[in-house]
């Protein structure tokens, strides 16, 4: 499901998966796109909305403690959410 916050960030020319490739042959979707663009700096300071999604997603994956996350800048937050979801699938033994 695809956040209102993130949604509104999508920039059709640029993908943020793998830096270099377009859109059209990204297949993460619009969320997972949104936090990858703070996370290599395709964009640079994030909503307070957003900042409460990645917040809440950090917090919805064991071993992670969101106010720990409170107060870190957009980049270390993004990259903070792509390494929760990692171990999130590490831990259901999906990778």
């Not at 059209?24 to 307070?48: F, H, I, N």
Request: aromatic share 8%; hydrophobic share 40%.
């Amino acid at each position: 499901m695809t956040s209102m916050p993130f949604m509104a960030l999508m920039a059709p020319e640029v993908c943020v998966c793998e830096p270099g490739a377009c859109l059209t042959e990204c297949v993460c979707p619009d969320e997972e796109q949104a936090v990858r663009a703070y996370a290599y700096g395709v964009l640079s300071e994030m909503s307070l909305s957003c900042r409460e999604e990645c917040l809440d997603e950090i917090a919805m994956v064991e071993g992670y403690d969101r106010t720990e996350y409170e107060h870190a800048d957009s980049n270390t937050l993004a990259w903070t959410v792509i390494h929760a979801w990692t171990d999130y699938c590490r831990d259901k033994g999906l990778i």
